[in-house]
């Protein structure tokens, strides 16, 4: 090679090792800036072994996983005591969802796949069921029973006020 050569080539490789150290740069800070929702639900797509490590450390960091998910993601299993983002990246996104508000900051909702439903309540899954045909999927609140009214006495002592 001449010299001219040379130096083109050493351009070219510099290039390169900056453009691979610039890629991971942004791959990390495009990770950053994504919503741990969609991170969540994109993990069940990735293929790489390095992906998931960065997807795994950035969900780490934002504290969404649970002993339970670290446990079970390589074997794809939920449990009781998973996190609604452990179940997205073991499940990918459900088929579909309804969720209910039982008081403030305590949302149930019920998750719909091929062959289970799961519960999650504040976040945790809390229960699975087995997809039957004819079989109804589980809940959101049950039924109260008709209660009567406690009996009331009027006329008592300390009942109704004398002005």
Known sequence: MTGQNLSLYALMIGALSFTSASQAADTKQSLEDQQTLKLCVDYNGLTSDEDRQAYIKELDRRGQL???DHENL????VVNGSTMC???MMMGKPLAEEGKQLRPMVYKVVHVYPKNYYVTQVGM???SYD???GELPPKLSETKPAVQPPPVMFNAPGGSPHH
């Open 86 to 88: 452990g179940m997205y």
């Open 66 to 68: 649970s002993v339970k």
């Open 125 to 127: 899954v809390v229960a």
């Open 131 to 133: 997809r039957k045909p």
């Open 74 to 77: 390589k074997t794809h299993h």
